[in-house]
């Protein structure tokens, strides 16, 4: 009876442990959707968790957040802190991505650009504005804001996309991304290119600062001048190439930041200095 007992537990934690849990702490006057399909590739299942204010007056901003982590590891369950952008009535997309032990590049970029299109396709049941969907993310989530967003309706990643005719984003938040991958010497970029880990042509073709134009979306960068994993010169160049394309941008610099480490005061002027931009791009 003990031994039945115990395995009924076992597998109740296990049950427990395999469910996701929200972690997301919304207003109540939105809706969430949790694990919506946006598409699906072979027997991988693209999920991503929208919280949405279906009732306000007006179609609300969209921010569609992107989680780090080399491309081969983190979730979407660990995104949280969405606070602010709550607060300012904009709706979020919390989305997942195959991992370069699921798909080597560019699958990230395809789905990116598939969730772009489901919040753009489905706008008027999210009650959101496609014209203004933000893109964000932090470390490897940071490059793929930046290839969802400067691609804009250049649709070579767009094959398991919705049929959406304008793909472009209002605004991009790069936080500490990379923006070159040529020049980010790390193993994770080398497993993420996979076979085409030495094709120039191709890593130029996954990598950001390959895309600046004059019609790149207004962007804001976060760096900390400390970062040991993605060096702050990729923000420099990349900084110099908006500069250049006389494209509107701000890069705040967090003093002895680390990679994503920052104080707790520094995270909230980053906040802060966000909803800035967006309302300067009169997104809110």
Not at 84 to 112: C, H, T
Not at 178 to 201: P, R
Not at 212 to 220: A, D, M
Request: with cysteine.
């Amino acid at each position: 009876m003990k031994r039945i007992t115990f395995i009924i537990l076992s597998i109740m934690v296990w049950a427990h442990s395999n469910a996701q849990v929200d972690t997301v702490v919304y207003p109540t006057n939105f809706s969430k959707k949790l694990n919506v399909e946006y598409a699906k590739v072979n027997d991988w299942v693209g999920l991503v968790d929208i919280y949405f204010n279906a009732t306000n007056p007006n179609p609300t901003p969209i921010v569609i957040n992107i989680h780090g982590g080399g491309w081969n590891k983190g979730t979407k369950e660990t995104q949280r802190g969405f606070g602010s952008w709550f607060k300012n009535g904009i709706a979020v997309a919390n989305m997942g991505y195959r991992l370069s032990q699921i798909a080597a590049a560019p699958a990230a970029i395809e789905d990116v650009r598939a969730v772009i299109a489901y919040v753009k396709y489905h706008a008027k049941e999210l009650n959101i504005d496609p014209n203004k969907v933000v893109i964000m993310g932090g470390s490897a989530g940071g490059h793929l804001a930046l290839m969802g967003g400067l691609l804009g309706n250049d649709k070579r990643f767009d094959k398991n996309c919705l049929p959406v005719e304008d793909m472009r984003v209002a605004a991009v938040i790069d936080k500490y991304g990379i923006t070159e991958v040529k020049a980010w010497k790390s193993k994770s970029a080398q497993q993420w290119l996979g076979e085409n880990h030495q094709s120039n042509k191709f890593i130029a073709s996954v990598s950001p600062i390959s895309y600046i134009t004059e019609s790149t979306p207004p962007t804001f960068i976060v760096h900390g001048d400390a970062d040991p994993i993605v060096p702050i010169e990729m923000s420099y160049d990349l900084q110099k190439k908006l500069d250049k394309a006389r494209v509107y941008h701000e890069l705040y610099i967090v003093k002895d930041g680390l990679h994503g480490k920052f104080p707790q005061e520094e995270n909230r002027e980053i906040s802060k200095r966000i909803m800035l931009f967006i309302k300067k791009l009169n997104i809110i």
